[in-house]
């Protein structure tokens, strides 16, 4: 896959590239930007396929592995990724912009433990992620879509809880954020109606003091927004 090409498609059942369910935004990309693409794509970008990846593969070191979906800029990645250094992560992003400064940072600073994938979470897990062979899911800042004839374009819908759950390790984790009130309260409910799933906190949870604040969450917070964490593990 060609990640400047402005396009990031699903695959449907045979992998094969289907109509895409968002529209990209393109922009220009800054010089550092287009470099990385060039320096660092081989070493730090997992390309889609319709295949089950050995992680292995792609990381120096066996540990837990982690999957953020829709990591933004990517600073809090990055902050992460290098503090814990003893997990690996694996980042899904289809906007370019943040991609490749994420891309960026990950080559400059030789991040060993974090890879990056520009494709269709929902076929990345599908397609690419075994079953049972995740630790956690980070998913910060999801995009609320607030009118509510929108609300079916929420990425926290029963069918994805279920799929990420199928994912997980026994006792792995799902970790969200938002700031967006009633989708917080909308993510304790999916992730209640999913069997496998179980909320310690009975609701909301308390925020992880290794999570970085997020430029999302400071905008957020500017405009005094409540931000709601939820925590979930797999039985």
Not at 19 to 29: C, M
Not at 166 to 173: F, H, P, V, W
Not at 208 to 231: H, Q
């Amino acid at each position: 896959m060609d990640i400047l090409n402005g396009r990031v498609d699903k695959a449907d059942e045979n992998g094969k590239r289907a109509v895409r369910s968002f529209v990209l935004r393109k922009g220009k990309l800054s010089q550092y930007q287009l470099d990385a693409v060039e320096k660092f794509s081989d070493r730090y970008v997992i390309p889609y396929k319709n295949g089950f990846i050995d992680y292995n593969d792609y990381f120096e070191k066996d540990q837990k592995l982690i999957i953020e979906i829709g990591f933004g800029n990517g600073t809090s990645t990055r902050e992460m990724s290098l503090r814990m250094s003893d997990r690996n992560f694996i980042g899904i992003e289809v906007f370019l912009n943040g991609f490749t400064k994420l891309l960026h940072q990950a080559g400059t600073d030789r991040i060993e433990n974090l890879r990056l994938i520009r494709f269709d979470a929902v076929s990345v897990l599908n397609d690419m992620i075994r079953d049972e062979s995740v630790d956690g899911f980070h998913i910060f800042f999801p995009d609320p879509w607030p009118k509510k004839r929108h609300h079916k374009r929420r990425l926290i819908q029963v069918p994805f809880a279920q799929l990420l759950a199928r994912k997980l390790k026994k006792g792995g984790y799902i970790y969200c954020v938002t700031d967006w009130e009633e989708y917080a309260y909308q993510m304790v409910e999916v992730f209640d109606a999913v069997e496998q799933l179980n909320n310690p906190y009975g609701g909301f949870a308390e925020p992880a003091s290794w999570r970085p604040v997020t430029v999302f969450e400071k905008k957020g917070l500017e405009k005094e927004y409540p931000i709601n964490e939820i925590w979930v593990e797999k039985k």
